[in-house]
Each structure stands twice: as C-alpha cells, then as structure tokens.
C-alpha cells in the first residue's frame, strides 16, 4: 500500500519533505501532491473519493493557517488521515494546529504536532506495518538503529 502526502502549498514542501524521507528509507511507495481545500477544491474531492481504489493505505496532509486540507479529506473517506499543522509567520503555527486538531465525533484525523510531519511518516508506517511483516521489521531496525545512536552519543 502507498502513502499520499498532500499539501495546501508548495511552501509546505520544506517541512512535509520530512515526512516522504522517512517513508522513502522504509521503503514505502509515496504520492506526493500540492493539494488545497481552497484553491483547488475539486482536486481535494476527486483525490479523497478515489484514495481508495488508488491504493492508498495513509493520508498524510499537512497545511498551514487556516489548514482545512486534512478535515475535509477525512470527510470524504474512510483512509486513515494523520494531520501535520504548518508553522506559520503570523500565529505561530496555533492557527494550523486549531484548524485540524478539533475535529468532529465521527471524522477523525490524527493531528501530530506543528512541523511534526517526521512522525507523520512514522505514524504512517507503523499503520500499514500492522499489514507487512517485513515493514515492521524495518520499522524495529529503524527503533533499535535510533536507540544505539543516542548511547553512544558523546557530549
Ligand atoms: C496554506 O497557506 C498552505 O498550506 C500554506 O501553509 C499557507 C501559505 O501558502 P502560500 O501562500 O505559501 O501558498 O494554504
């Protein structure tokens, strides 16, 4: 199964970049889209009715500001969506995290922190991890790899 990482702006690139590197070295399929709940509405439909049969197993949807991208997708399909809020100039990122964190019974998205698109990507894998015995594998590498790292760490 693939990953869809959507974003409302190329701007976003920057920090939902992060999210594809994880996915990429776990060696996961990855779509990535500039995708806009305002600016291209339709795009947003016709992408969250046909995410399904596209084969895509995790949304991951980052936004900054008024960042309806990732509530509107959960609306429109029963895919997991985990949400990544943008930090933005003017409120911090604040703005973001409201915009997708509160979200009604019923539809829900996983809201990660601001900018924390890399969990995203882990988030993702350990979701379809529970699918592929050889994915999990990898994704224990990836634990054991990061703990070893912060032992032998010197400061
Ligand atoms: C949001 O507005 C985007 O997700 C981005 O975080 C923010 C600014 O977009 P640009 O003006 O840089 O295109 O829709």
């Known amino acids: 199964m693939k ?22 070295d776990l060696g996961i399929e990855v779509i990535k889209k500039v995708i806009s709940a305002h600016r291209t509405p339709d795009l947003m439909c016709e992408f969250a009715k046909s995410a399904k049969d596209n084969g895509i197993g995790v949304i991951i949807a980052g936004a900054g500001g008024a960042a309806h991208v990732a509530g509107v997708v959960a609306g429109m399909t029963t895919v997991p969506v985990i949400g990544v809020p943008i930090q933005t100039k003017t409120l911090g990122g604040l703005d973001s995290l409201l915009s997708i964190v509160q979200m009604p019974g019923g539809i829900p998205v996983a809201t990660m922190a601001i900018n924390g698109a890399k969990n995203a990507g882990l988030f993702a894998a350990q979701i379809l991890a529970l699918g592929d015995s050889s994915l999990a ?13 912060v032992l032998e760490a010197e400061i």
């Open 3 to 24: 990953v869809a990482v959507i974003m409302g702006s190329t701007s976003d690139y920057d920090i939902m970049s992060q999210a594809v590197s994880v996915l990429e």
């Open 137 to 149: 594998l990898r994704l224990e590498e990836f634990r054991q790899a990061q703990t070893r790292k």
